[in-house]
């Protein structure tokens, strides 16, 4: 990270020594990269707005890999961690990276289960990385700092915002070749991530739910719109194009 290349995007943050900074962002191990960076992205690249910086903690050579987001309610139930278990142990062992956001429910979910079944993940954070929401997820973060990724497009010290979140959203879809959204209300953020993967032209995915489940109204109105109907990770595969 070069403190020339930091400076620019400090500017809101007129009160702080750029220097001072700079030296904290080392000592904890926070990276910078901005789109005219050769490790920049690709995929990211091609999404309409993409981020023009991005700070990360962690193994960035996971970002040239093959990445896949996975999505759902923060309420998700047992019924996502079960049908996801049908599915995770092959993502993994074709060596796909699983890309969520660090949520509560079913984020959380993926990354735990990437993280058991031996397989790498990248949580993408709605705030700056000095402040992981929500809370409980702490630990979760700390240790994907060490043997994972965390990204962010907001400064460090940035809190998070309401209106972050979505934003966030965009780069969960936009980092991956496509999208597995597990359980999700009819008006959920995970349909956001779902639409902007359209978007970008990227394959979405969604596990079918009980009619009557108000986690399955957003999952199975994808399906109806056209989402791959995933009941196995052949589902997945078979619709799967990553970039050389």
């Known amino acids: 990270m070069n403190n020339q290349k930091l400076q620019p995007f400090l500017k809101e943050f007129h009160s702080i020594n750029p220097d001072q900074l700079f030296r904290l962002y080392q000592s904890r191990n926070i990276h910078f990269m901005t789109i005219m960076d050769a490790d920049y992205p690709s995929l990211l690249k091609e999404i309409h707005d993409p981020p023009l910086v991005l700070f990360s903690q962690g193994n960035l ?74 809370r409980e997820n702490r630990k979760l973060a700390d240790f994907m700092t060490k043997e994972h990724l965390i990204l962010s497009e907001y400064p460090p010290i940035r809190k998070p915002e309401k209106w972050h979140f979505p934003m966030r959203n965009r780069i969960i879809a936009g980092l991956s070749a496509g999208t597995l959204v597990i359980q999700a209300k009819k008006r959920s953020g995970s349909l956001i991530t779902a639409d902007m993967a359209l978007d970008a032209g990227r394959e979405v995915f969604a596990f079918p739910g009980p009619i009557h489940h108000k986690l399955s109204e957003g999952t199975n109105h994808l399906i109806q719109q056209g989402a791959k109907l995933v009941s196995s990770s052949e589902d997945i595969f078979e619709e799967l194009y990553f970039k050389n």
């Open 61 to 134: 050579n996971l970002m040239q890999r093959r990445l896949f987001a996975i999505v759902g309610a923060r309420d998700s139930d047992h019924f996502a961690e079960n049908s996801l278990r049908t599915v995770m142990p092959d993502l993994i062992r074709e060596k796909l990276t699983i890309v969520s956001g660090l949520a509560k429910g079913a984020d959380t979910i993926a990354h735990k289960q990437a993280i058991e079944y031996g397989g790498k993940t990248i949580g993408v954070l709605g705030g700056g990385l000095f402040h992981v929401y929500p």
